[in-house]
């Protein structure tokens, strides 16, 4: 099969084997990839996959399932799916734990399907796995614009949440806007705990990307027994904390990313989005929030927009 490969930083077409499926495993014919932020830092080198998983670029697609193991359930041969992926996506075929496999709605095309997994499974979890976000809370959700952000505009107003986001530019807050968003804030231009205080607003949920200084002025933000989740550190590794405010507030603070968690956790996280969220997608009452679609000879562009933070919402890439 074609894959694209990662050298140098650099991504080139090759050929490699089909993979072989065990026994709880399907093996999809690739049709759509989500590209991802951590695509980009694997490709640099700084991102490297955990232990056991492939090396092949790419965590989610949407595509046909022609083969499953002898140990799967569910009849899903020939059937269109969208899912997670242990890497592998950047390919014409992967394998794919079939537990956690979502049906593609006849609503949702292959493009929309490929735009799913990563942030809404991100997004969901960061909400209301470790956020604890309830109807009639206030989410604060940094870079609002991004898939992540996106998705967590979207399902945070579907319970009945107030969302504040930051984005970087005016665009990319009309952009959050558009998807729900309550108040949008460059901070460019605008200092969010400014903001925030002067309009009376505290968050009982915060989605972090940025971490480094966020950490004191999300602290200052806060409601009492606020969650915080970072999802990334954009802004700095290291930063200095006011533990003071942070007891005071009885803040919890959570570190969390999706990749390098057990394939029990994944499951349990999808079955938990598909019982609380996968009828609205279905129905198509959440925009996919596509910014792009990409042939995959395209796949350095589509680096280069996310490298560059060009895009507000995904960046899909299709396979020909």
Request: proline share 2%; hydrophobic share 45%; net charge negative.
């Amino acid at each position: 099969m074609r894959y694209i490969k990662h050298e140098n930083s650099q991504l080139t077409f090759a050929e490699i084997e089909k993979p072989n499926i065990k026994h709880d495993e399907v093996l999809i014919k690739v049709a759509a990839i989500g590209v991802n932020r951590a695509d980009c830092l694997q490709r640099q080198d700084k991102y490297p996959p955990p232990k056991g998983d492939s090396e092949i670029l790419g965590l989610e697609c949407a595509g046909t399932v022609v083969a499953q193991g002898e140990n799967v359930e569910v009849d899903w041969l020939n059937k269109p799916v969208f899912t997670l992926c242990a890497g592998g996506a950047y390919s014409e075929y992967v394998t794919v734990d079939a537990a956690q496999v979502m049906p593609l709605a006849d609503s949702m095309s292959m493009t929309e399907g490929a735009a799913v997994s990563e942030v809404y499974l991100t997004a969901f979890s960061a909400l209301f796995q470790f956020g604890k976000l309830e109807a009639g809370q206030t989410a604060l959700i940094h870079a609002g614009a991004s898939g992540v952000g996106g998705a967590a505009i979207q399902m945070a107003k579907a319970i009945g949440a107030q969302v504040v986001i930051t984005a970087g530019s005016d665009e990319k807050c009309a952009h959050a806007k558009k998807l729900g968003a309550d108040h949008c804030i460059n901070y460019k231009t605008t200092d969010f705990v400014e903001y925030m205080k002067t309009h009376q607003l505290q968050a009982n949920t915060i989605v972090d990307p940025v971490a480094g200084h966020y950490l004191n002025k999300n602290a200052a933000v806060a409601a009492m027994d606020c969650q915080i989740v970072m999802l990334a550190f954009l802004d700095a590794r290291f930063a200095e904390v006011d533990f003071a405010r942070l007891l005071s507030k009885r803040i919890s603070f959570h570190a969390s990313t999706l990749r390098n968690r057990s394939i029990a956790f994944k499951r349990e996280l999808k079955a938990q989005f598909i019982a609380r969220f996968y009828g609205e997608l279905a129905a198509g009452k959440f925009d996919f929030n596509i910014y792009k679609t990409l042939h995959w000879q395209d796949a350095t562009e589509a680096h280069r927009i996310l490298d560059n933070n060009e895009n507000s919402g995904k960046v899909v890439l299709l396979v020909e």
